[in-house]
C-alpha cells in the first residue's frame, strides 16, 4: 500500500495505517477505553490458555486477581512478567498458571489493531494506533501528518508518559513515530527516552526504510515485530530498563545464527566502532546457547579490555555473568558445569587452560564437541598468535568474530594475514559511513597544525620523508608552543570543559614532558597522563624513570582528587581515571597507547594527535571522540600537530569502503560560515530585528522563527568549536549581543510553549534542543564568584560588579538558571548592595534563599491547606528519591473531588519547581 497524498491529515495516515494492518493478519477491533482494553484482555487470556484453563474461563474474581499481579508495575517489571508465566489461586484454590505471550510458537498469539483508545489520567489522552498482542498494548504508534517533524510525535508520547500511561498500557515494550515519511522506534523506558535512542529501521543492507508503508509492511510484519519483542529486546537488570537493538545489530545476530547453525563455518562482523558491538555480540552468544547441539559459546576478550566498564555492560545483559579474576581454574570450573553453557573469559585464560597439563581431563571433554568462541575485536593480534592453540584443542569449534576495523591487505599483521584468513567470510557490515548517516555516531571534525618548518625546504618539515626525527619532535620549544595552543583553544573545543580531551603522544618521554610543560603553563585545567611503565626499561642517565615520574604524576593526582593511588597498585590509578574522564572531571588526559582502543566516553569530545597513526589505529584513535552524546556536542574534534592529512584521507576511505571522505569527515570552518550567513539571512526574512519577533502574527510565523533560530544557532555551535572562530559582526554578519537578544526572544516561545499545560499550540511538540543554547558555565556558583572578591567600600566596584552579575543572570540560558533568574535577580538589587567586607557572600546568600523558600511553602501551604511541615516532608521525600509521594499527597488533601485534583496537581508541580530552584 502506497499512501498517495502529499497533504495527509493524521487521520487519513491512522485510517490507511490500520487497512494496511489488517490485510497482513492483524484483527481490527474497537477499543475505546480502558474498560473495552481490559475485557478484550481477558477474551485474549481465555483464548491463550485454553488448556490450562481445562474448559472454564477465568471468573471475574480469577480474571481480577490476575490484573492485580500483572497491574501498577513499572514498565521495566511489565517486560518480565510478560516473558515469564503467571500463577494464580483459582476459585476451587487450585493453581493456575497463564502464559502472557507465547515466546517460542507465534501462531499461538493474536495480533491486533485499534485506534484512538481514550485514556483519564492527570490529562485526557487519545492514542494514535496500538498493537496488541493476546490483548495487551505492546506496540504504540503516534503519527503527524505530513510537513511537520517526527520528533514532534516522539514529544507527544514524551507528553502521554507523563500524564496517561499506567495499567495494562506499561506492558508497551515498542514506540514508533512517523510523520509518514519519515519514521523511527524506540525502546519503552522508566526512563526518560532520549532522542539519541530512536533508530531508523533499514534492510539488511543498511538501507533505510522510512516511509510509513514500507516501515509497516517491514518492521511492523507480525513475524518481524514478534521477533523483536522476544529475541531483540534486553532487559537491563542493572539499570532496570529495557533497550532495542537496531536493524543492523538484529540482522547480524541473524547471519550469525545462520552461519552457525546450518554451517561449520566461521565468520566475522564488521560493525563500526561505537555501534554497540558488545551488544551484538553478547545477543548472539546468548541466543547461541539456546541451541541444543551447542555445547559451551565462549566470549573471549582481550584482557587489557576487559575494564570496569566492559564488566558493568555484560552484568547489565546478565547479572554476574563476567569472572574478572586472574585464577585460570575459575574458567575451568565454569568449563566443567555442564548447566553453564555461556562463558565469558579472557583469551589470556583460555590459552592457559588449553596447554595447562593439569586441566587435561576437563579440557578433553570439549575436545571434539561442538563449542563456539565469539571473539571480542577480532582484528587484534593476540587472537592471531592463539589461533593454532585453540583449534588445535578444539577440533569442532566455530569462530564468530567482531571488528570495528578488519585488516585487510593495505593494513594486514605483521605476519602477513587479513581478518579474513583467520574468520573466512564477512557475515554482515555496518559501516562508520552509515552509523553517521543514521546518527549513531558522530563525524570528525579534522584540523592540521603546523608545527615544525625549515627555512632551507620552505615548507612543513613533516611532509618531508626522513625528518621526522624525535629531537625535532620532543624539543621543548616544541612541546611548549603545543601545549600553550591546546590550553588556549580547549575551552572552545569542550564546549567550556562540559566536555574532555584527550592528547595521543609518541612515547612515554613524551607524555612527561607535555605533563610538565602543562605544569608550568598554570593552565586552570586539570590535567594527568597514564601509561604502562616497564620494570626494567632502559634510559638515559639525565631521564627519570617512567615509574618514578608516574609516581609524581600520582602525587599531583592524589592532591587534587584526595585519593591514595601509588605505583604499587596502578590498576585501581588507572580505574580512577577511566570513571573520571567519563564525568568529566578531568579536563585532558595524555595517553601513548592506553585508552585510544576500546575506551568508550560520551564526554570525551576532542583528540589532540602529536603522533604517527594509519589504517585500523588511526580510525580506533578518532573514534574515542564520536559517541553521541547531545546536541551540543556535534561531531568529534581532532586536531593534529602531526601532517596526517593523507593518512586520515586513506583510512577513512579504507573503513568506509569508498573513495568519498565527505560523509566521515566533516566540512572546513569557511564552508560552516557561508551556512551561517544563508541561515542567517533566512531568519533575518521572518524578523529583521529582534523585536521584531514580538510582532509576529500567529503561531505558524512563531514556528518558523523557532526552526530558523534553531539551525542558526546549530551551525553556530559548530563553528564555535574552529580555532577560526571569532563572533566578528564583519565576517558573521551579526553582532554577539544582537544574537543573544534573538536567543532572548527564542526562550520566550520556549517558555511560553511550555507554561499552559492545557493549551493545544503547534508550538507544544516543537523539539526546541533548548540545550543547544544554554551557557553552561552559568551557574549560582559562577555569579556568587563575580560577588566575592571585590571591596565593598569602593562603591564603584561594587555597582560595576553587580551590574556585571545582573547582565549574566538575564543572560543566563539553562533550564535551572531561568527557575532561579527571579530570585538571583531579588538578591542582587536588593542585598548585594548592602554587603559590606565583613559579610560572607556565600552565607548572606543562603540565608536570603532559605528566608524566601519558606515564604513559598508557607504561601502554598495556605493555597492547597496542607501544613507546612507535611509540604516540607513530602519535598524532603522528592529530593532524597527523586519520586513524588502521590499517594500521600493524595491523602494529605481533602476537598471535594474536583477541587481536590486541581491542588494535587498544583502541589506536584510546586514540588517538583521548587526542589529544581532551591537545589
Given at each position: 500500500?502506497?499512501?498517495?497524498?502529499?497533504?495527509?491529515?493524521?487521520?487519513?495516515?491512522?485510517?490507511?495505517?490500520?487497512?494496511?494492518?489488517?490485510?497482513?493478519?492483524?484483527?481490527?477491533?474497537?477499543?475505546?477505553?480502558?474498560?473495552?482494553?481490559?475485557?478484550?484482555?481477558?477474551?485474549?487470556?481465555?483464548?491463550?490458555?485454553?488448556?490450562?484453563?481445562?474448559?472454564?474461563?477465568?471468573?471475574?474474581?480469577?480474571?481480577?486477581?490476575l490484573l492485580l499481579t500483572i497491574e501498577g508495575k513499572s514498565v521495566y517489571e511489565s517486560a518480565k512478567l510478560l516473558r515469564d508465566k503467571q500463577t494464580i489461586a483459582r476459585d476451587d484454590d487450585s493453581t493456575l498458571y497463564l502464559q502472557l505471550m507465547d515466546t517460542q510458537n507465534y501462531s499461538n498469539n493474536h495480533l491486533q489493531v485499534t485506534h484512538q483508545t481514550t485514556v483519564v489520567g492527570r490529562y485526557t489522552n487519545r492514542y494514535d494506533?496500538?498493537?496488541?498482542?493476546?490483548?495487551?498494548?505492546?506496540?504504540?504508534?503516534?503519527?503527524?501528518?505530513?510537513?511537520?517533524?517526527?520528533?514532534?510525535?516522539?514529544?507527544?508520547?514524551?507528553?502521554?508518559?507523563?500524564?496517561?500511561?499506567?495499567?495494562?498500557?506499561?506492558?508497551?515494550?515498542?514506540?514508533?513515530?512517523?510523520?509518514?515519511?519519515?519514521?523511527?522506534?524506540?525502546?519503552?523506558?522508566?526512563?526518560?527516552?532520549?532522542?539519541?535512542?530512536?533508530?531508523?529501521?533499514?534492510?539488511?543492507?543498511?538501507?533505510?526504510?522510512?516511509?510509513?508503508?514500507?516501515?509497516?509492511?517491514?518492521?511492523?510484519?507480525?513475524?518481524?515485530?514478534?521477533?523483536?519483542?522476544?529475541?531483540?529486546?534486553?532487559?537491563?537488570?542493572?539499570?532496570?530498563?529495557?533497550?532495542?537493538?537496531?536493524?543492523?545489530?538484529?540482522?547480524?545476530?541473524?547471519?550469525?545464527l545462520k552461519q552457525v547453525i546450518h554451517s561449520n563455518d566461521n565468520g566475522y562482523v564488521w560493525h563500526t566502532t561505537g555501534s554497540g558491538k558488545t551488544l551484538t555480540s553478547f545477543k548472539a552468544s546468548e541466543l547461541l546457547t539456546q541451541e541444543q547441539d551447542i555445547k559451551k559459546v565462549i566470549f573471549l576478550v582481550d584482557r587489557v579490555d576487559l575494564d570496569d566498564q566492559t564488566m558493568k555492560e555484560f552484568n547489565k545483559f546478565q547479572e554476574?555473568?563476567?569472572?574478572?579474576?586472574?585464577?585460570?581454574?575459575?574458567?575451568?570450573?565454569?568449563?566443567?558445569?555442564?548447566?553453564?553453557?555461556?562463558?565469558?573469559?579472557?583469551?589470556?585464560?583460555?590459552?592457559?587452560?588449553?596447554?595447562?597439563?593439569?586441566?587435561?581431563?576437563?579440557?578433553?571433554?570439549?575436545?571434539?564437541?561442538?563449542?563456539?568462541?565469539?571473539?571480542?575485536?577480532?582484528?587484534?593480534?593476540?587472537?592471531?598468535?592463539?589461533?593454532?592453540?585453540?583449534?588445535?584443542?578444539?577440533?569442532?569449534?566455530?569462530?564468530?568474530?567482531?571488528?570495528?576495523?578488519?585488516?585487510?591487505?593495505?593494513?594486514?599483521?605483521?605476519?602477513?594475514?587479513?581478518?579474513?584468513?583467520?574468520?573466512?567470510?564477512?557475515?554482515?557490515?555496518?559501516?562508520?559511513?552509515?552509523?553517521?548517516?543514521?546518527?549513531?555516531?558522530?563525524?570528525?571534525?579534522?584540523?592540521?597544525?603546523?608545527?615544525?618548518?625549515?627555512?632551507?625546504?620552505?615548507?612543513?618539515?613533516?611532509?618531508?620523508?626522513?625528518?621526522?626525527?624525535?629531537?625535532?619532535?620532543?624539543?621543548?620549544?616544541?612541546?611548549?608552543?603545543?601545549?600553550?595552543?591546546?590550553?588556549?583553544?580547549?575551552?572552545?573545543?569542550?564546549?567550556?570543559?562540559?566536555?574532555?580531551?584527550?592528547?595521543?603522544?609518541?612515547?612515554?618521554?613524551?607524555?612527561?614532558?607535555?605533563?610538565?610543560?602543562?605544569?608550568?603553563?598554570?593552565?586552570?585545567?586539570?590535567?594527568?597522563?597514564?601509561?604502562?611503565?616497564?620494570?626494567?626499561?632502559?634510559?638515559?642517565?639525565?631521564?627519570?624513570?617512567?615509574?618514578?615520574?608516574?609516581?609524581?604524576?600520582?602525587?599531583?593526582?592524589?592532591?587534587?582528587?584526595?585519593?591514595?593511588?601509588?605505583?604499587?597498585?596502578?590498576?585501581?590509578?588507572?580505574?580512577?581515571?577511566?570513571?573520571?574522564?567519563?564525568?568529566?572531571?578531568?579536563?585532558?588526559?595524555?595517553?601513548?597507547?592506553?585508552?585510544?582502543?576500546?575506551?568508550?566516553?560520551?564526554?570525551?569530545?576532542?583528540?589532540?594527535?602529536?603522533?604517527?597513526?594509519q589504517y585500523h589505529g588511526l580510525i580506533q584513535a578518532y573514534s574515542r571522540t564520536n559517541r553521541v552524546e547531545g546536541p551540543k556536542k556535534m561531531y568529534g574534534n581532532i586536531v593534529c600537530y602531526r601532517n596526517l592529512k593523507d593518512k586520515t584521507d586513506e583510512a577513512v576511505r579504507l573503513f568506509s569502503q569508498t573513495g568519498d571522505t565527505g560523509t566521515v569527515l566533516m566540512k572546513e570552518y569557511n564552508e560552516y560560515l557561508a551556512d551561517f550567513?544563508?541561515?542567517?539571512?533566512?531568519?533575518?526574512?521572518?524578523?529583521?530585528?529582534?523585536?521584531?519577533?514580538?510582532?509576529?502574527?500567529?503561531?505558524?510565523?512563531?514556528?518558523?522563527?523557532?526552526?530558523?533560530?534553531?539551525?542558526?544557532?546549530?551551525?553556530?555551535?559548530?563553528?564555535?568549536?574552529?580555532?577560526?572562530?571569532?563572533?566578528?559582526?564583519?565576517?558573521?554578519?551579526?553582532?554577539?549581543?544582537?544574537?543573544?537578544?534573538?536567543?532572548?526572544?527564542?526562550?520566550?516561545?520556549?517558555?511560553?510553549?511550555?507554561?499552559?499545560?492545557?493549551?493545544?499550540?503547534?508550538?507544544?511538540?516543537?523539539?526546541?534542543?533548548?540545550?543547544?543554547?544554554?551557557?553552561?558555565?552559568?551557574?549560582?556558583?559562577?555569579?556568587?564568584?563575580?560577588?566575592?572578591?571585590?571591596?565593598?567600600?569602593?562603591?564603584?566596584?561594587?555597582?560595576?560588579?553587580?551590574?556585571?552579575?545582573?547582565?549574566?543572570?538575564?543572560?543566563?540560558?539553562?533550564?535551572?538558571?531561568?527557575?532561579?533568574?527571579?530570585?538571583?535577580?531579588?538578591?542582587?538589587?536588593?542585598?548585594?548592595?548592602?554587603?559590606?567586607?565583613?559579610?560572607?557572600?556565600?552565607?548572606?546568600?543562603?540565608?536570603?534563599?532559605?528566608?524566601?523558600?519558606?515564604?513559598?511553602?508557607?504561601?502554598?501551604?495556605?493555597?492547597?491547606?496542607?501544613?507546612?511541615?507535611?509540604?516540607?516532608?513530602?519535598?524532603?521525600?522528592?529530593?532524597?528519591?527523586?519520586?513524588?509521594?502521590?499517594?500521600?499527597?493524595?491523602?494529605?488533601?481533602?476537598?471535594?473531588?474536583?477541587?481536590?485534583?486541581?491542588?494535587?496537581?498544583?502541589?506536584?508541580?510546586?514540588?517538583?519547581?521548587?526542589?529544581?530552584?532551591?537545589?
Amino acid at each position: 500500500m502506497v499512501y498517495q497524498s502529499q497533504t495527509q491529515s493524521e487521520a487519513q495516515l491512522e485510517k490507511e495505517m490500520i487497512e494496511q494492518l489488517a490485510q497482513m493478519g492483524y484483527e481490527k477491533v474497537q477499543i475505546p477505553s480502558i474498560k473495552k482494553l481490559q475485557e478484550n484482555f481477558r477474551v485474549q487470556m481465555n483464548r491463550l490458555n485454553k488448556e490450562n484453563l481445562k474448559g472454564t474461563n477465568l471468573s471475574d474474581k480469577e480474571f481480577e486477581r490476575l490484573l492485580l499481579t500483572i497491574e501498577g508495575k513499572s514498565v521495566y517489571e511489565s517486560a518480565k512478567l510478560l516473558r515469564d508465566k503467571q500463577t494464580i489461586a483459582r476459585d476451587d484454590d487450585s493453581t493456575l498458571y497463564l502464559q502472557l505471550m507465547d515466546t517460542q510458537n507465534y501462531s499461538n498469539n493474536h495480533l491486533q489493531v485499534t485506534h484512538q483508545t481514550t485514556v483519564v489520567g492527570r490529562y485526557t489522552n487519545r492514542y494514535d494506533v496500538t498493537l496488541l498482542v493476546n490483548g495487551l498494548p505492546l506496540v504504540q504508534i503516534e503519527l503527524k501528518k505530513r510537513g511537520l517533524h517526527f520528533v514532534e510525535s516522539f514529544n507527544q508520547i514524551m507528553r502521554y508518559r507523563k500524564d496517561s500511561y499506567g495499567g495494562l498500557f506499561n506492558f508497551l515494550q515498542v514506540f514508533v513515530a512517523s510523520n509518514g515519511v519519515d519514521s523511527k522506534y524506540f525502546a519503552n523506558s522508566d526512563r526518560e527516552p532520549m532522542k539519541s535512542l530512536m533508530f531508523f529501521w533499514s534492510d539488511d543492507a543498511n538501507k533505510r526504510i522510512t516511509k510509513l508503508d514500507a516501515f509497516t509492511a517491514s518492521f511492523l510484519q507480525p513475524q518481524t515485530i514478534q521477533n523483536v519483542i522476544t529475541k531483540y529486546m534486553v532487559i537491563n537488570d542493572t539499570d532496570k530498563h529495557l533497550m532495542v537493538m537496531r536493524p543492523y545489530q538484529i540482522f547480524a545476530v541473524e547471519r550469525i545464527l545462520k552461519q552457525v547453525i546450518h554451517s561449520n563455518d566461521n565468520g566475522y562482523v564488521w560493525h563500526t566502532t561505537g555501534s554497540g558491538k558488545t551488544l551484538t555480540s553478547f545477543k548472539a552468544s546468548e541466543l547461541l546457547t539456546q541451541e541444543q547441539d551447542i555445547k559451551k559459546v565462549i566470549f573471549l576478550v582481550d584482557r587489557v579490555d576487559l575494564d570496569d566498564q566492559t564488566m558493568k555492560e555484560f552484568n547489565k545483559f546478565q547479572e554476574g555473568s563476567v569472572d574478572r579474576t586472574t585464577k585460570t581454574s575459575v574458567l575451568v570450573e565454569q568449563l566443567k558445569n555442564t548447566q553453564q553453557k555461556l562463558i565469558i573469559t579472557t583469551i589470556q585464560k583460555m590459552a592457559y587452560a588449553v596447554k595447562n597439563e593439569r586441566y587435561k581431563d576437563i579440557m578433553a571433554l570439549y575436545e571434539n564437541e561442538k563449542v563456539v568462541f565469539v571473539i571480542d575485536e577480532c582484528h587484534r593480534s593476540q587472537f592471531g598468535d592463539m589461533n593454532l592453540l585453540i583449534k588445535k584443542h578444539f577440533k569442532k569449534a566455530q569462530y564468530i568474530g567482531f571488528t570495528g576495523t578488519p585488516l585487510f591487505v593495505a593494513n594486514k599483521s605483521q605476519d602477513g594475514r587479513t581478518t579474513s584468513d583467520l574468520f573466512q567470510d564477512c557475515l554482515h557490515s555496518y559501516l562508520i559511513k552509515d552509523a553517521i548517516h543514521d546518527g549513531n555516531v558522530l563525524g570528525f571534525s579534522v584540523e592540521y597544525i603546523s608545527t615544525i618548518k625549515e627555512k632551507e625546504l620552505g615548507d612543513n618539515v613533516t611532509k618531508v620523508p626522513g625528518i621526522d626525527r624525535q629531537e625535532l619532535w620532543l624539543a621543548d620549544e616544541r612541546i611548549g608552543m603545543i601545549a600553550g595552543h591546546i590550553a588556549s583553544i580547549h575551552h572552545n573545543k569542550t564546549h567550556n570543559k562540559k566536555y574532555t580531551g584527550m592528547l595521543a603522544v609518541e612515547s612515554i618521554p613524551a607524555a612527561i614532558k607535555y605533563y610538565d610543560a602543562f605544569k608550568k603553563l598554570d593552565t586552570g585545567l586539570k590535567i594527568t597522563t597514564i601509561y604502562s611503565y616497564g620494570t626494567n626499561e632502559d634510559s638515559e642517565d639525565s631521564q627519570e624513570h617512567s615509574r618514578h615520574a608516574l609516581e609524581r604524576v600520582m602525587g599531583d593526582f592524589n592532591k587534587e582528587y584526595g585519593t591514595n593511588h601509588s605505583t604499587d597498585n596502578t590498576s585501581s590509578y588507572f580505574a580512577d581515571v577511566s570513571k573520571k574522564v567519563k564525568a568529566a572531571q578531568i579536563d585532558l588526559l595524555i595517553v601513548v597507547n592506553m585508552f585510544l582502543t576500546g575506551f568508550d566516553a560520551k564526554t570525551l569530545s576532542t583528540l589532540y594527535v602529536d603522533r604517527p597513526l594509519q589504517y585500523h589505529g588511526l580510525i580506533q584513535a578518532y573514534s574515542r571522540t564520536n559517541r553521541v552524546e547531545g546536541p551540543k556536542k556535534m561531531y568529534g574534534n581532532i586536531v593534529c600537530y602531526r601532517n596526517l592529512k593523507d593518512k586520515t584521507d586513506e583510512a577513512v576511505r579504507l573503513f568506509s569502503q569508498t573513495g568519498d571522505t565527505g560523509t566521515v569527515l566533516m566540512k572546513e570552518y569557511n564552508e560552516y560560515l557561508a551556512d551561517f550567513k544563508d541561515q542567517l539571512d533566512e531568519m533575518l526574512d521572518i524578523a529583521i530585528i529582534p523585536d521584531a519577533v514580538d510582532e509576529l502574527v500567529g503561531e505558524t510565523a512563531e514556528k518558523e522563527f523557532t526552526l530558523s533560530f534553531r539551525e542558526l544557532t546549530r551551525t553556530l555551535m559548530k563553528l564555535k568549536t574552529f580555532i577560526e572562530f571569532d563572533f566578528n559582526p564583519a565576517d558573521m554578519g551579526i553582532s554577539e549581543q544582537t544574537y543573544k537578544d534573538f536567543r532572548s526572544k527564542y526562550l520566550r516561545l520556549y517558555e511560553n510553549s511550555k507554561s499552559d499545560k492545557l493549551l493545544v499550540s503547534v508550538l507544544k511538540d516543537v523539539d526546541f534542543e533548548i540545550e543547544l543554547i544554554q551557557t553552561d558555565r552559568i551557574n549560582v556558583d559562577y555569579i556568587l564568584e563575580l560577588l566575592r572578591n571585590i571591596n565593598y567600600e569602593n562603591k564603584q566596584e561594587r555597582d560595576t560588579a553587580v551590574r556585571r552579575a545582573i547582565k549574566e543572570v538575564n543572560e543566563a540560558s539553562s533550564d535551572d538558571m531561568r527557575l532561579k533568574r527571579e530570585l538571583l535577580l531579588e538578591f542582587l538589587k536588593g542585598v548585594a548592595p548592602t554587603l559590606t567586607n565583613n559579610d560572607s557572600v556565600d552565607q548572606k546568600y543562603r540565608d536570603f534563599e532559605s528566608e524566601r523558600r519558606k515564604r513559598e511553602i508557607q504561601a502554598m501551604s495556605v493555597k492547597v491547606q496542607v501544613a507546612e511541615e507535611k509540604l516540607e516532608y513530602f519535598m524532603k521525600e522528592y529530593e532524597f528519591s527523586g519520586v513524588s509521594p502521590d499517594q500521600e499527597i493524595n491523602d494529605a488533601i481533602k476537598a471535594p473531588f474536583k477541587e481536590k485534583r486541581k491542588r494535587v496537581q498544583a502541589l506536584k508541580d510546586f514540588i517538583y519547581d521548587n526542589v529544581r530552584k532551591y537545589s
